[in-house]
Structure formats: structure tokens, C-alpha cells
């Protein structure tokens, strides 16, 4: 099982941002995929996720109206559309795949999002 996070990277306040996350090794449609941040010196903070057949999506209030998650489940691959980066939103960004009735989770390495002038 994989989970391989691309596209963080330095960025402008005001920004945007398209964080990638490639999965192998489990059906990918099963399972739930969110992203989950850690600031430096913080707690992990949830952010998105979206289930396996793209019907819900989710999102926390501090990103809410700036994010978006979509999957490709033919390319086994989520997306995170970050628009309007702040500051705040400097963490390392983590992928993690959860299977509902199952309780399979799954976690990438994360990408680091940097957010600054």
C-alpha cells in the first residue's frame, strides 16, 4: 500500500496550490480519502476528505469557500485545489485513505505547503 503526496511547494499569500495524492496497493474506490495538515508546533488539523463514489465532500471552516477535493478514481489519484493561501495555511500536508467499515487507514509522507511573502 502506497500513498505518494506531490505538489506543495512555496507560494505567495493569495495563492493557490494543487496538492496530488497517487495511491496503490488497495482498491481505491472503497475508501475515504481527506487530507489532514500539521502546522509547525500544532496538532494535526483535518481538512477535506471525499468518499469513494465522489458523492460527498467535506470540508473544515478554516478552508471552507477556499478548497476543493476531487478523485479520479481511474487514476487512483485525489486532488486538493487550494485558492486564497494565508499564512496559516503553512503546514505539511498529509493524504490518508480510510476504509469505513473496515478500519483500514493508510497515510502518505506528506508535502509541505509554505505560504509566505
Known amino acids: 500500500v502506497q500513498l505518494v503526496e506531490s505538489g506543495g511547494g512555496l507560494v505567495q499569500p493569495g495563492g493557490s496550490l494543487r496538492l496530488s495524492c497517487a495511491a496503490s496497493g488497495f482498491t481505491f474506490s472503497n475508501y475515504y480519502i481527506g487530507w489532514v495538515r500539521q502546522a509547525p508546533g500544532k496538532g494535526l488539523e483535518w481538512v477535506s476528505d471525499?468518499?469513494?463514489?465522489?458523492?460527498?465532500?467535506n470540508y473544515a471552516d478554516s478552508v471552507k469557500g477556499r478548497v476543493s477535493i476531487s478523485r479520479d478514481n481511474a487514476k487512483n489519484t485525489v486532488y486538493l485545489q487550494m485558492n486564497s493561501l494565508k499564512p496559516e495555511d503553512t503546514a505539511v500536508y498529509y493524504c490518508?485513505?480510510?476504509?469505513?467499515?473496515?478500519?483500514?487507514?493508510?497515510w502518505g509522507q506528506g508535502t509541505q505547503v509554505t505560504v509566505s511573502s
Open positions: 490518508n485513505a480510510h476504509h469505513a467499515i473496515l478500519g483500514d487507514d493508510y
Open positions: 471525499i468518499n469513494g463514489d465522489v458523492t460527498r465532500t
